[in-house]
């Protein structure tokens, strides 16, 4: 796909944003509730991902931070997608009609684990402690 997204490309800055949104961004967030309790290392990867495929589509140089690139082109870092992904998925099985899907949160649940794991309860402050 990098002569349809690339530095090269005659796409307008929009249609490739949109390629991003609607192609690429929905690979690495299937499943995010789930593998958001991953190490840190391995979603970092994802952001490094991220910021070289935004810096390849909008020809951005190196020396522009990352937080600037994610602000100009108003989009989430990998954690801050975790964050919000957990919160919606925390307020659906609130919400949820089936008893047996809200005692997912309690006694039993991975929260209540004695293993040194991030939860999926709690991935929604997780990285907001930092």
Do not use: C
Not at 69 to 76: K, V
Not at 84 to 94: E, G, H, I, M, P
């Amino acid at each position: 796909m990098y002569w349809l997204i690339g530095r090269k490309s005659q796409l307008s800055d929009a249609s490739k944003m949109t390629i991003y949104k609607t192609i690429m961004k929905p690979v690495w967030t299937y499943g995010i509730q789930l593998w958001g309790t991953t190490s840190h290392s391995n979603i970092e990867i994802l952001e490094r991902f991220q910021s070289k495929t935004m810096r390849a589509m909008f020809n951005i140089p190196p020396h522009i931070s990352n937080k600037y690139l994610n602000l100009d082109l108003n989009l989430r870092t990998v954690k801050e997608e975790i964050e919000n992904y957990s919160k919606n998925y925390q307020t659906r099985l609130d919400q949820h009609i089936n008893q047996l899907v809200t005692e997912l949160q309690g006694e039993g649940s991975l929260r209540y684990s004695r293993l040194k794991r991030n939860s999926i309860p709690d991935l929604a402050i997780r990285f907001a402690e930092k």
